[in-house]
């Protein structure tokens, strides 16, 4: 066996159940089977759940917007809960289990109100005097939709990294065999996501939303069943700690020592790690206020009390990252808008195509999936690798390029389903009809540009911070994307509420309409939203992506310096 895989079995952080070989393909067929089926049953109830919330329990947009955008935001936020669980107590495997059963537990509370009648209001006929569900049928539903997300908070964080944990990266093979996996790993993602958008969507729209629950469900189930057999071939990590803790730390470290004369003070800095200048009032954290701090090997008795230079230089540069996430939450707000929102426009579109085929409306979120893949293909193969043949070197844009061009795909989503949304309700005010008569596919531009957003911008801001921060720190990279998608989730529920009790003063009717868009005036609420996110481009601008460039600069620096201190010792 080689040397590096010796290591590898000796890293401490195993349990004593792995020491055996590394699990390589003999674990990864189980769990890139088991993240088929999760994904499968997942996101065939994630993209089809504005539908089912807007046919089967009556609710009126605002309700809707605010159920689907918490629930949305929650399992993104729930994310940081189950990294800290997985690294602190649980581990990746028992983490990845536990969010797959309570998931399971919320999918069979769904399929329950699917089969039950009475957990759900009568159904409304023409969308004139819908009962609205009451409490305990709301309370069914939240306590299915809260178990769901906490499952997903289980899981996201985990599923990559637990796959990545069965290869030895410390050998040019394992480092091979764990591209191949993220390879497979998106294929699977990819194959199970159009099945969902596809398939199932069709299945719950124009069959049976009992069977087309009832799918998912069953097949997270079988991913739970394979998950557990394919034990045996696992390594399992033991959990190490949470470099979240580390920057906790340094807060409190800091603040405790807030009032501490730093002009003549000496700093614990083991590593030699480089200072910045910006925010220097954290580095207190790093301050030997006495020597006492210190054990007789030199490090802290209390991290709570002293940290290192390289821990607070870690927060430093995960603070000045936040600006250009700031940014990002528009543009993700953007792509909430249109899952939502959009689907409610889609629902009230003529959705019959002339061969008298019905198109679900669940089916305009494959336009985002599509126009993202075009653009993909068309940048990698003709723009880079053209360029590269006809200069010599492959020409890509820059971070800042790619996120206004998202900023700006953003403004224009919002501004072209605004257009598109007068002249649905102009239609079916005209025909007197709750469905206008325009046609559904009417709605394709404003979901391809919210695609574009997201290739364009969402990928930048993921690269950025996976990219800038340390290796050590890769987890909190996607920790701070799940937050920003978070955050984004809730605005806009709060945007949702603030114009909903505006614009309804004095009696006049919300610009959202209520069970109804055509009552409203949903295109004021897109500019408003366009508005919002010409601002956001003129912060981006203006301030943020200043940022950018000097966070390259300290990531680029401080890597020299890192090779320096190595060359010395």
């Not at 257009?419 to 325009?438: C, D, N, Q, Y």
Request: charge should be positive; proline fraction near 4%; charged fraction near 15%.
């Amino acid at each position: 066996m080689a040397e590096g895989s010796n290591s590898f079995l000796d890293d401490p952080c195993l349990s004593p159940s792995s020491k055996k070989p590394p699990g390589g393909w003999r674990a990864v067929k189980y769990i890139l089977a088991n993240e088929t089926f999760e994904k499968l049953a997942s996101m065939s109830l994630v993209a089809n759940m504005t539908v089912y919330l807007k046919t089967k329990y009556n609710m009126e947009g605002v309700l809707l917007v605010n159920v689907i955008n918490i629930w949305s935001g929650t399992s993104s936020f729930m994310s940081i809960g189950g990294a800290l669980m997985s690294d602190m107590f649980l581990g990746r495997y028992l983490m990845l289990l536990y969010g797959s059963i309570s998931s399971l537990l919320g999918m069979m509370i769904l399929t329950l109100t699917a089969i039950v009648p009475k957990l759900r209001p009568p159904t409304c006929i023409g969308q004139i005097n819908c009962i609205d569900p009451n409490l305990w049928q709301l309370s069914t539903l939240y306590s299915g939709l809260t178990l769901m997300a906490i499952g997903a908070g289980g899981i996201r964080p985990c599923n990559i990294a637990f796959g990545a944990d069965q290869f030895n990266t410390t050998t040019k093979e394992g480092r091979s065999q764990l591209e191949s996996f993220f390879n497979w790993w998106y294929f699977s993602f990819t194959f199970a996501l159009v099945i969902a958008l596809t398939a199932v969507v069709y299945i719950q729209t124009n069959i049976s939303w009992v069977i087309g629950f009832a799918i998912p469900t069953s097949c997270l189930l079988v991913s739970i069943v394979i998950f557990v057999i394919g034990h045996h071939a696992y390594i399992i990590m033991k959990p190490h700690g949470s470099v979240f803790v580390d920057l906790v730390k340094v807060i409190t470290a800091a603040t405790r020592k807030h009032r501490l004369d730093c002009s003549r003070c000496s700093f614990y800095d083991p590593d030699f790690h480089p200072r910045t200048k910006q925010l220097r009032c954290l580095e207190k954290a790093a301050v030997i206020a006495n020597q006492n701090e210190l054990d007789e090997d030199g490090k802290p008795k209390n991290g709570w009390r002293l940290c290192s230079i390289q821990q607070v230089e870690n927060l430093k540069l995960l603070l000045g990252m936040m600006p250009v996430c700031l940014a990002g939450i528009g543009c993700f707000m953007t792509m909430d808008q249109q899952t939502t929102i959009g689907i409610l426009q889609a629902i009230q579109s003529n959705n019959v195509l002339r061969s008298g085929f019905k198109i679900p409306p669940g089916w305009m979120g494959l336009s985002p999936m599509i126009a993202l893949s075009i653009w993909i293909s068309t940048y990698e193969i003709l723009w880079v690798l053209q360029t590269k043949r006809l200069t010599g070197k492959a020409k890509r844009l820059t971070m800042t390029q790619r996120i206004n061009i998202g900023l700006i795909s953003a403004m224009a989503c919002s501004i072209v389903a605004s257009f598109i949304e007068k002249k649905r309700r102009t239609a079916a005010l005209k025909h007197g009809s709750f469905k206008s008569p325009m046609s559904i596919l009417m709605l394709l531009p404003q979901f391809a540009l919210s695609g574009l957003v997201e290739a364009f911008a969402a990928v930048a801001i993921m690269e950025y911070l996976t990219t800038q921060l340390p290796e050590s720190m890769r987890t909190v990279a996607g920790a701070i994307f799940f937050i920003s998608l978070s955050m984004a989730s809730y605005l806009n529920s709060m945007l949702v509420n603030i114009v909903h009790k505006t614009t309804k003063k004095g009696g006049k009717t919300s610009w959202l309409g209520g069970h109804n868009l055509n009552n409203g005036k949903l295109e004021n609420f897109y500019y408003l939203a366009a508005s919002i996110e010409a601002l956001n481009f003129l912060y981006f601008n203006l301030y943020a992506r200043r940022f950018i460039a000097t966070s390259c600069t300290i990531n680029k620096e401080s890597k020299e310096d890192q090779h320096n201190n190595e060359d010395q010792i």
